[in-house]
């Protein structure tokens, strides 16, 4: 399975930009999805996941109300809408894969096995 992430760019502070990322290579498997971001000398965090299904959300307190994730019925590919950016959203972000807890997008992020190459967000004030 690959995953291939686009969509990041350079935006003002309240503008909105769309994460996609692509799922290749499935075989079948049932997969959460989900988003994580790093910041320059900080540690990768979670953003927001989706169950396999598309019907279980989960997201961090920070994005919450600000940012939407949604799969397309076949579960290969998730979005990321972002609005009302903040500077503190900027970050490189990823996608990931979890087969481990396909049912529920709360999972801790080791049960994510599977990462895409990141796209870079960057919110300017």
């Known amino acids: 399975v690959q995953l291939q992430a686009s969509g990041g760019g350079l935006v003002h502070t309240g503008g909105s930009l769309r994460l996609s990322c692509v799922v290749s290579?499935?075989?079948?498997?049932?997969?959460?999805l989900g988003w994580f971001r790093q910041a320059p000398g900080k540690e990768r965090e979670f953003v927001a996941s989706?169950?396999?299904?598309?019907?279980?959300?989960s997201y961090a307190d920070s994005v919450k109300d600000r940012f939407i994730i949604s799969t397309d019925t076949t579960g290969s590919a998730v979005a990321l809408q972002m609005n009302s950016l903040k500077p503190e959203d900027t970050a490189v972000y990823y996608c990931?894969?979890?087969?481990?807890?396909?049912?529920?997008?709360?999972?801790?992020?080791?049960?994510?096995?599977?990462w895409g190459r990141g796209t870079q967000v960057t919110v300017s004030s």
């Open positions: 290579g499935r075989t079948g498997r049932r997969y959460a």
């Open positions: 989706i169950a396999w299904n598309g019907q279980i959300t």
């Open positions: 990931a894969a979890n087969a481990k807890t396909f049912w529920t997008p709360s999972a801790p992020q080791t049960n994510f096995e599977i």
